[in-house]
């Protein structure tokens, strides 16, 4: 009995199909190897986390790090985080995460979540609370839909001695309940474009929701 070698019964058509594929398997693997020295560190330790208060939920992902909840006189609900882990530990991040409900306790507060004059309020009333050092400037201010809900990206930078900068970017987001404000507060150098990566990340990541009205403030990842 006589066996044929594999190269006299693969059919040409199958033998270009074969170098097809290893062209394409030869292709994935060089993009994968560029792929892994391009990735942001900082993106891969990002993890999903949800911030609950008063009926409203918002989830987003954040770096490692143990946020504190704070109630303030005025009602809002602060979640806070300046000292983040892993590989954020070496940049100067500060993350605030603001819940403000729409009423006051008496439920006499007019407040339309679907008008841009409403957004337009909740922007001035923020850059009124936040006021920036002098020098500071406004680099992005943008009017955003997330999850069919308004909302504006504010970005500010103040350039130091040393060339680096202090970047002030804040997410607003009105809800049915509320709005959230999304705030970080970082310093890096113009060629540095990690961090930034990574608050965009973040920001695009978040998605307000409901949750029970009797739930207490708390944030869980």
């Known amino acids: 009995m006589q066996y044929a070698y594999a190269k006299e019964v693969v059919p040409m058509s199958s033998r270009k199909f074969l170098v097809h594929i290893l062209i394409l398997?030869?292709?994935l693997?060089?993009?994968t190897a560029h792929a892994e020295v391009a990735v942001n560190p900082l993106l891969l330790e990002l993890r999903a986390s949800t911030f609950t208060d008063r009926g409203d939920a918002l989830e987003l992902v954040l770096p490692?790090?143990?946020f504190k909840a704070e109630r303030k006189e005025t009602g809002q609900q602060v979640f806070s985080c300046e000292s983040f882990q892993g590989t954020y530990k070496d940049h100067?991040?500060?993350l605030r995460v603001t819940h403000i409900p729409f009423a006051n306790p008496t439920g006499t507060a007019q407040y339309d979540p679907t008008s841009p004059k409403q957004l337009k309020k909740s922007v001035?009333?923020?850059t009124k609370e936040h006021a920036r050092p002098t020098g500071t400037q406004t680099t992005r201010d943008e009017t955003l839909t997330i999850?069919?809900?308004l909302a504006r990206r504010l970005t500010q930078s103040r350039t130091e001695g040393d060339a680096a900068q202090t970047i002030y970017d804040t997410l607003i987001i009105l809800t049915d309940r509320g709005e959230w404000n999304i705030e970080a507060v970082y310093t890096s150098a113009p060629s540095e474009k990690e961090l930034g990566e990574s608050i965009d990340t973040i920001f695009t990541s978040a998605s307000p929701g409901r949750v029970s009205i009797f739930s207490?403030?708390?944030t869980s990842k």
């Open 92 to 94: 100067a991040l500060t």
């Open 64 to 66: 490692p790090g143990t």
């Open 124 to 126: 001035a009333r923020y």
């Open 25 to 27: 398997t030869l292709f």
């Open 216 to 218: 207490a403030p708390r």
């Open 147 to 149: 999850d069919s809900r």
């Open 29 to 31: 693997l060089a993009g």
